[in-house]
């Protein structure tokens, strides 16, 4: 024993020495296997984020065999020869034998032995599921508190994530490194059938299809071109052998990195990240092909009518990531747009002659588009929108002036400034710190690079962004026309009608009696500490709500008046047009937006039912000049007469196609069968209303609005005292403001007997499926009750829906169900289900689900995993800085006055399985409920529905505000 702690204490010495420090945490190193790992430490975080990358995506796909990178992404949940593994040498057989058929069934072309031999597979499937535990890797991550646990697959990386307490670095760290060491891709089968429901779901999505048509002709002869998910063709005729030789191929040590950020220490974990992932065996990196890049000479046009509304794409020749002129490019792209709305094609929206326009870099690792996409005015008068080659004009004059140098020094300056701030701001998140190093990894850049990224923005010239903008912004593009009209069928991928998969229940492997006994570091019970958020009235009835930053010097204030749409319906457009507005007698819209620009803040103002709000951000040695402009643009707000033109037009445009956006007509379906008439699609303007929307009264509703009692949270550096005297005296607060009635709880729909909504859509590819179960009032002595049942019941992929639905049966890609209330006590609870599914899946995914919520299945061996998850995650789900005042805020309506950890650890910690039983019981059984389907009539079985209740036929008319409609 004294000669293996002698041992493990070399180790550690000979892994820290061998870390260089980069400075504000950021530390790296190389195991001798080649694997990189980035550590970012930060003790003032609650947890840690974790990732594995590979430097591996869609673009490496064989040509055949397009999809691998994604399929990979999802089998590599599916355990290893230990994890999931009850008895790997009678599974192993099998499973060798299912390979085998795999390949067999790819070779064959009758059609019908090709089904026979697919039929084998399933049987093959169901017995090695007899003997294994597919989502034991789930059931681990759930019982070391990992939140967040999911992957990602893109063009030119596949990455693998969570956060996790920090006490639970060691338990991460060995199932994180395993997972990778002799992986088994159990249920390929029914993971096929999940893809399948992912790309039938996109058929229905036509952004999918717009986002698709772009990147096949802006990256034409490269694998960027194609879809991430592979081609439908290949995806039907799937190899388990060739997945099994891109693993083999791709994920090796010197092509994966380890990034770790947040609460942790470089020193201390060093050598346990040699001892877990130093396991995997080196190998060499595989050569990689290379494609020549698409030459852009003169304007080529390209057309497909595939949207709901016409739209340019502008396509100009880019630099790929880490290229010299990479930021210059950026910083001249952002000189058309931006988010201070400074730029030539922002200007083209403000002054009302575009809907909306955007400039943007589209940056690989192998190569680099440059994009300007624009949406053309809406004609309200015509009811049509105008041309895509009048739109084109109009953003080639923008952008001819970019490219021609025709621009002021100060807004380079503003940019940069703009840049900078979020680079800050990212700085501020474990994930956003995470997913830059994972980026450099990907992209070979040096990580000193990223800790001087704000003076290498700052260095860039205004020589330098001319130059880039003579190059990049020339005559050489590709002007890509969408029409409106409905994309082509590529043709579903149709259920094979497999036998579901039955997992042991009950059941764990070797390793997963040994994880769970191992050793975790010290678990602090940790509450949340509200002691620095001070509280002080500004007014007689508005407050502000200060928390100090400690991070860096970006201020952030949000000025919640209690006022939102309830009272004044029409608040939301006169919120977007004071996006736009400017000062009256004082300031044009357009410099309005340019002297916030020139003091480095940004504003955003919105509406919802409950509050105006308003949010600005920026540094502090501008905070008094940024309140002064606010309060007179709130005091003197000058809309714009082309704005609200735009903003009408715009919304008038949209509403004329959403009786044909599936995506639109199922969220009307979700929101008419938990609110009714109070649906936002019921409750909203009617067109007529719309059309004849006049500024005097919007500018009235923003003045009406801004006499309630305000709440102000701000997050800085200056002193509470400094921060307090500013603000009494540059916010634009009123004097014996009225009192606020907000939050109020939305009503929701009683539900007197069972009832099942259908809505007819022959165009939908997927069936959308809602479930509302109304439950009794919100108290947060059920919170506890309530968390456990969601865990066990309905969320992630250890509750029993999607274990059930997807994981069993591969019945839906999406599935979930959890109970819920609206935040405020005394308010409607109720039980929120959803399925995404094929049509001719519907029915049976329907009697699964009505078959769990009627009669719940138990499985009382859950319930430490739950307890488990339920404590750490109590312990470590707490708000950044930014957020500490209004969660705060929001715990009261809640009826807490502290961190709800301190009532509800006791009560985590007595939890049975029983009190789950108990709160689904009285909570949900038995309870009346509607269901809501949209899904084609010629494949739902309409009449098996009555024996869930009255069946009624729903029309999209009744989804909508159908008064004084013009279409």
Known sequence: MKHLKLYAALLLILAVSAIPVYGQGLKAFKLKNGLSVYIWEDNSKSDVFGLVGVRVGSINDPTEYTGLAHYLEHVMFKGTDKIGALNWQ????????????????ANESDPVRKKAISQEINELTIKAGQIAVPNEYSDLMESMGAKGVNAGTHYDWTFYHCSFPAYQINKWLEISSQRFINPVFRSFQAELENVYEEYNRAQDNQGSAIQQFVMSKAFEGHPYSRPIIGLPDHLKNPRLSRLIDFYNQWYVPENMVLVLVGNINAQQISGRIAASFGRLPKKQIPARNSYPDLQIEGRKQYSAKIGFYPQVTMVFQGVKAGHPDEEALNIALSLLSNSSQTGTLDKLVLDGELTSAGAYPMTFREQGRAIIAAIPLYDENQRRFESNKSVEKKAIKAIQQIANGEFEDWKIDAIKAELCRQFDLSMESNEDKAMILMNAFYNEQDLGEILN???????????????????????????????????????????????????????QSLYATQFKTMPIGKVEEKFIDFSNVQIKSLNERSKIYYTPNTENNVFQLVLQYGAGTREFPKLEIAASLMNNAGVMGAYEPQQLKEELSKLNATCHVSAQSDYLNIIIEGYEETLPQVCQLLSRQILMPKLDDKQLTRLKGSELGMRQQRKENVSILADALRQYIFYGEKS????ELTDKELYELQISELTGDINRAANYEAKIFYTGTLPFDQVYSILSTNLPLVANERPSTSPQAKPMMPVAENTIYFLPNSDAEQAQIYFYVPMDAYDKKDDVFRNAFNQYFGLDFTGLVMNEIREKRSMAYTAYAYAAGQGITGSAGFLNGYIGTQNDKANDAIDVFMSLLTDMPQNPERIDNIKSYLRQAALTDHPDFRQKAPYLVSLGYRGYSDDPAKENLAKIDALTFDDIVNYYKQHIQGKPYCIGIMGNPKMIDIDKLAKYGKVVKLSDKKLFNSKDSFF
């Open 680 to 683: 936002d699609y019921i409750n």
């Open 90 to 105: 009678e599974e192993k057989p099998i499973y060798e034998e299912i390979i085998k058929k795999y390949d067999e069934m």
């Open 453 to 507: 990224y704000k003076d290498k923005i700052m260095s860039i010239t205004n020589d330098d962004i001319k130059r880039v903008a003579r190059q990049y912004l020339s005559n050489n593009y590709l002007a890509l026309y969408v029409e409106k009209g409905k994309p082509e069928d590529n043709g579903k991928i149709e259920k094979p009608g497999y036998k579901p998969i039955e997992a042991p229940t009950g059941k």
